[in-house]
């Protein structure tokens, strides 16, 4: 079974900071996404990551596959309000496997 | 374009009834993923229908049924309901084949069952 670990499992900073949560795994994932949860609304994909070393901008979001494609990390720079919410990874193992979720990190950007 | 409606938004339920909960995908989506969330164990798959055929399913007991009509709807049914069983329930639906190694899951906003 392959599973995802995420951490940490909760992160409150003050507007302005910069952070960067990971998603760790033993099992090795054909691709890795990332996705953000508001209260009341499903995830909503971030990122998509397939290539191990990889690194993808998304403004103020820095997101990297490990070498390995075991793992990855989310960095954000000057982190605001807008920003607060659950965020959690999914690992896709073979073809025909269904994404796996991690628990998730839950961020909270203070004003 | 429409995203994925689920329906319904809340519901409370007793212990031992049983509920279904209903999913419109995306136009043009034949996939369609149920997930299990709650504070303790997170995202949970719980089973995937492509063009009204199960093709995956998750470690859930057999109180946890679903099924894909031919408009690519899909509903999920829960019998004997017990309390563990209160949770959100997201759909997502997929591109044909896409989700599984690269795509994107589209979500719903999620039905949250309370059962008491």
């Known amino acids: 079974t392959q599973l995802l670990e995420q951490s940490p499992q909760f992160l409150s900073i003050q507007e302005g900071e910069n952070l960067t949560v990971y998603c760790n795994s033993s099992?090795?994932?054909?691709?890795l996404q990332w996705y953000r949860q508001e209260p009341g609304e499903g995830p909503v994909l971030l990122v998509t990551?397939?290539?191990?070393?990889e690194v993808k901008k998304l403004k103020r979001l820095t997101f990297q596959f490990g070498d390995a494609r075991k793992d990855s990390s989310l960095h954000i720079t000057a982190a605001q309000p807008g920003d607060t919410g659950l965020y959690l990874c999914?690992?896709?193992?073979?073809?025909?496997?269904?994404?796996?979720f991690g628990p998730g990190t839950r961020l909270s950007v203070l004003p | 374009k429409a995203g994925v409606t689920q329906t319904p938004r809340y519901l409370i339920k007793t212990r031992g009834q049983q509920v279904t909960l209903s999913c419109s995908p995306i136009s043009g989506h034949r996939s369609v993923s149920w997930y299990q969330q709650t504070p303790g164990q997170g995202l949970q798959f719980l089973f995937e229908y492509f063009s009204e055929t199960q093709r995956n399913k998750g470690n859930f007991p057999g109180r946890f049924s679903g099924r894909q009509f031919s408009n690519s709807r899909s509903e999920m049914n829960v019998s004997t309901l017990e309390l563990g069983d209160s949770a959100l329930y997201l759909c997502a639906s997929a591109f044909p084949d896409s989700h599984l190694n690269t795509g994107e899951l589209f979500f719903g906003e999620g039905s949250r069952l309370t059962v008491l």
């Open positions: 990551v397939v290539t191990g070393g």
């Open positions: 999914a690992g896709a193992g073979n073809y025909g496997q269904n994404f796996v």
């Open positions: 099992s090795v994932f054909s691709s």
